[in-house]
């Protein structure tokens, strides 16, 4: 995988691009704490069926950051800017985690181009359904107290229940993309959940584009009942429950790109 930086609405983004003359373009948007090296499992495989263009949302992994975008409905905003930016026609979008409800409001916000949405593992019920420390990092009052805490210690503990392991040059992405006080300012975006998950909520049921929700039975950060929240609620979704933790995409890769795969091959 092969990055690069660009400047798409102001913000200076890293993204890798296999280009090609795919007629399947995917769009892929790093999960957290880690970054688009997150995907190098299912990279290849996946670069057989489509253009990937993958991004390191703002504010994660090595992409600048900027206030008003750190929050899921502005994110998803941004995501729209990114497809005509990059002219990448009508994508899929492969959002987990953080991604999924950026992709989601995408979706309500711009149908027209987006061909579909890959998600899940992705805070996104009512009430919250998250395990910790997400769920205390979510509705803590006070953020400046986790100034004081060793970013690399938060990433390393994540990084560590990947089941399997990453390569030590992928962890070490991983560390230095959160040093400083760049996780802190990443935490931001889910304590905005509160307020913007319930209106998501009430935009589900008008988002007709089709879904295909990926969650780990045994997700503790993200539990299940959050992808299942959202196929209750969506006209066009279909769940895919796989025995797995919450980091699938690197804990069962070939599982996770034969769903990828057959989401955008499959014909409506």
């Known amino acids: ?11 200076r983004i890293r993204y890798a691009d ?3 003359s795919h007629d399947i373009t995917v769009l892929l948007t790093s999960p957290w704490p880690e970054s688009i090296y997150a995907f190098s499992s299912v990279w290849k495989t ?21 206030d008003d975008l750190m929050s899921p409905r502005a994110m998803g905003t ?4 990114v497809i005509a930016d990059a002219d990448l026609g009508r994508p899929y979008i492969v959002g987990p985690d953080v991604g999924t ?27 919250l359904d998250l395990g910790e420390p997400l769920a205390l990092w979510v509705v803590d009052p006070d953020l400046d107290k986790y100034r004081t805490i060793d ?19 992928i962890r070490a992405d991983y560390v230095a993309s959160y040093q400083g006080d760049r996780f802190v300012e990443s935490m931001r975006y889910v304590r905005r959940y509160p307020q913007e998950l319930p209106e998501l909520r009430d935009l589900l049921p008008t988002i007709t584009t089709p879904v295909t929700l990926i969650n780990g039975r045994h997700d503790r950060v993200v539990p299940l009942s959050n992808a299942e929240f959202l196929d209750a609620r969506l006209p066009n979704s279909r769940l895919v429950a796989v025995d797995s933790g919450h980091f ?3 804990e069962i890769p070939d599982q996770y790109a ?3 795969i057959e989401a955008i091959t499959s014909k409506e």
């Open 18 to 20: 296999t280009g090609g």
């Open 46 to 66: 996946l670069a057989e069926h489509a253009r990937l263009f993958a991004i390191d949302l703002p504010g994660f992994g090595a992409s600048e950051t900027r």
């Open 151 to 169: 970013p690399s210690v938060i990433v390393n503990v994540a990084v560590d229940g990947i089941a399997g392991g990453v390569p030590d040059e």
């Open 101 to 127: 409800a950026a992709a989601l409001f995408a979706a309500a916000q711009q149908p027209e181009q987006i061909a579909g949405l890959i998600v899940g593992t992705g805070a996104a019920s009512i009430p």
């Open 78 to 81: 941004f995501l729209t800017k």
């Open 248 to 250: 699938i995409w690197e």
């Open 1 to 11: 995988m092969k990055t690069q930086f660009r400047t798409v609405d102001g913000v």
């Open 258 to 260: 034969a769903t990828v």
